[in-house]
């Protein structure tokens, strides 16, 4: 979604393209580098970040207007000798500081580090979680980070520079979650297998069931929305809550949140 949720982007034959919510013709931004997408972020300041694997344990990140243009490379993996490689992408509550999500190794001794990045590429240690692999980094109006991370979701609770205490699970067997600016998570919940990325070294993509469901903060699933038959996927809930954009059947649907539709 856009920061005021009129336009969403997405990823279409290589290229990362805009739609207005209200429907009609999208509109090419840039064209994708060869490698696999992981995920991207539009800022209020008007500009799109994106991750990208380019290939092995080498990522990068892309920087692009929202109105268009070249693609240029904000910071690469293999620049820093004391990490393995970016695993997900998020922002902070401003809306324009980056958090990046790194692999210290591939080992199984390793852990994930979460850094703050700001736009002139400054940054900080956030928090740091033993082990390999996570994604879906995502700011909550509660005061908390989540993120997903063998099949569960997990937040961490954060002070206005760091995180405090050990990550606690929000959510069992669900994945890819997404925030509203009032709090509301949205995620994917698991009825079969592992959700996992296919992206980050070591995971398997397992087979699969899934449906969208709404949970409270208890962590309670309070009812599901739209189709339950498996096939929607990646979530993403518009900062005001009334409509949630989902990729179905190859297609990007929005459901409004009020009503099954």
Same mark, same amino acid.
């Given at each position: 979604w856009s920061p005021i949720g009129d336009q969403i982007a997405f990823l279409s034959d290589r290229k990362l393209r805009r739609i207005s919510a209200s429907g009609g013709t999208p509109v090419e931004i840039c064209d994708v580098p060869f490698g696999g997408l992981r995920r991207a972020v539009w800022t209020t300041d008007g500009t799109i $970040? $994106?991750?990208?694997?380019?290939?092995?344990?080498?990522? %990068?990140? $892309?920087?692009?207007? %929202?109105?268009?243009?070249?693609a240029e490379s904000f910071m690469r993996s293999s620049d820093n000798t004391n990490l393995y490689t970016f695993l997900d992408i998020g922002l902070m509550p401003d809306g324009k500081t980056l958090v990046l999500a790194t692999q210290a190794s591939n080992t199984d001794e390793s852990r994930v580090d979460w850094l703050t990045v700001s736009p002139e590429k400054n940054t900080q240690p956030l928090f740091s979680v033993d082990g390999i692999g996570a994604s879906y980094t995502t700011y909550s109006a509660t005061g908390h980070m989540l993120f997903a991370r063998d099949g569960a979701i997990w937040a961490v609770s954060l002070t206005e520079s760091n995180a405090v205490g050990q990550p606690f699970r929000v959510a069992s067997q669900a994945g890819k979650p997404s925030v509203s600016e009032s709090g509301t998570l949205v995620y994917q919940a698991i009825t079969s297998g592992i959700l996992r990325d296919a992206t980050v070294l070591g995971s398997q993509m397992i087979s699969r069931e899934s449906e969208l469901v709404w949970v409270d903060r208890s962590g309670g699933v309070t009812g599901s929305i739209g189709l339950s038959d498996g096939q929607v996927f990646d979530p993403v809930v518009s900062e005001d809550v009334s409509r949630i954009a989902v990729h179905y059947d190859g297609d990007v649907w929005l459901y409004a949140a009020d009503r099954d539709a």
């Open positions: $970040f $994106f991750l990208v694997a380019t290939g092995g344990a080498t990522s %990068e990140v $892309f920087v692009v207007p %929202e109105q268009g243009g070249a």
